[in-house]
Protein backbone atom coordinates (compact mmCIF):
# COMPACT_ATOMS: atom_id res chain seq x y z
CA UNK A 1 0.00 0.00 0.00
CA UNK A 2 1.50 3.26 -0.89
CA UNK A 3 1.52 6.33 1.53
CA UNK A 4 1.61 8.98 -1.40
CA UNK A 5 0.73 9.57 -4.79
CA UNK A 6 3.81 9.24 -6.69
CA UNK A 7 4.40 5.82 -4.65
CA UNK A 8 1.19 4.86 -5.91
CA UNK A 9 1.72 5.24 -9.49
CA UNK A 10 5.15 3.77 -9.24
CA UNK A 11 3.66 0.41 -8.04
CA UNK A 12 0.46 0.90 -10.15
CA UNK A 13 2.76 0.87 -13.23
CA UNK A 14 5.29 -2.42 -11.97
CA UNK A 15 2.31 -4.46 -10.78
CA UNK A 16 0.56 -3.77 -14.42
CA UNK A 17 3.76 -4.77 -16.38
CA UNK A 18 4.16 -7.69 -13.77
CA UNK A 19 0.25 -8.85 -14.80
CA UNK A 20 0.82 -8.29 -18.27
CA UNK A 21 4.00 -10.61 -18.42
CA UNK A 22 2.32 -13.27 -16.35
CA UNK A 23 -0.46 -13.05 -18.59
CA UNK A 24 1.12 -13.03 -22.16
CA UNK A 25 3.45 -15.95 -20.42
CA UNK A 26 0.34 -18.16 -19.01
CA UNK A 27 -1.47 -17.41 -22.90
CA UNK A 28 1.91 -19.03 -24.70
CA UNK A 29 2.16 -21.68 -22.32
CA UNK A 30 -1.38 -22.61 -22.50
CA UNK A 31 -0.92 -22.71 -26.68
CA UNK A 32 2.34 -24.38 -26.57
CA UNK A 33 2.51 -28.73 -26.38
CA UNK A 34 5.98 -28.77 -24.27
CA UNK A 35 6.95 -26.85 -21.18
CA UNK A 36 8.82 -23.71 -21.41
CA UNK A 37 11.47 -21.57 -19.20
CA UNK A 38 10.72 -18.26 -19.10
CA UNK A 39 13.96 -15.32 -18.98
CA UNK A 40 12.97 -12.62 -17.04
CA UNK A 41 16.09 -9.79 -18.68
CA UNK A 42 16.17 -6.18 -19.24
CA UNK A 43 17.65 -2.73 -18.05
CA UNK A 44 14.22 -2.84 -15.65
CA UNK A 45 13.19 -5.60 -14.91
CA UNK A 46 14.68 -5.65 -11.82
CA UNK A 47 11.66 -3.99 -10.62
CA UNK A 48 9.24 -6.85 -11.69
CA UNK A 49 11.40 -9.55 -10.54
CA UNK A 50 9.71 -9.47 -7.41
CA UNK A 51 6.29 -9.85 -8.34
CA UNK A 52 6.34 -12.39 -10.97
CA UNK A 53 7.45 -16.39 -11.55
CA UNK A 54 10.19 -16.75 -13.48
CA UNK A 55 12.67 -19.30 -14.54
CA UNK A 56 16.24 -17.97 -15.01
CA UNK A 57 17.17 -14.14 -14.36
CA UNK A 58 19.51 -12.78 -16.78
CA UNK A 59 19.64 -9.14 -16.61
CA UNK A 60 22.03 -8.66 -19.61
CA UNK A 61 20.78 -10.81 -22.20
CA UNK A 62 20.33 -8.88 -25.25
CA UNK A 63 23.82 -6.89 -24.32
CA UNK A 64 25.36 -10.81 -24.13
CA UNK A 65 23.55 -12.08 -27.11
CA UNK A 66 24.77 -8.44 -29.40
CA UNK A 67 28.31 -8.83 -27.88
CA UNK A 68 28.60 -12.45 -29.17
CA UNK A 69 27.16 -11.69 -33.07
CA UNK A 70 30.08 -8.42 -32.78
CA UNK A 71 32.49 -10.91 -32.23
CA UNK A 72 31.29 -13.78 -34.71
CA UNK A 73 30.98 -10.43 -37.42
CA UNK A 74 34.07 -9.95 -36.58
CA UNK A 75 36.21 -13.13 -36.67
CA UNK A 76 34.31 -14.07 -39.73
CA UNK A 77 34.93 -10.94 -41.66
CA UNK A 78 37.53 -10.54 -44.66
CA UNK A 79 40.14 -8.14 -43.51
CA UNK A 80 40.92 -5.26 -46.79
CA UNK A 81 44.35 -4.54 -47.20
CA UNK A 82 45.45 -1.16 -48.34
Given at each position: ISQNTISAM????????AGGIERIVYEIRKQLPYPVQTILTGGNAHLIKPHIAYDIWAPN?????????????LQNSTKISA
Amino acid sequence: ISQNTISAMNTGTILCAAGGIERIVYEIRKQLPYPVQTILTGGNAHLIKPHIAYDIWAPNLTLQGLCLYAEHILQNSTKISA
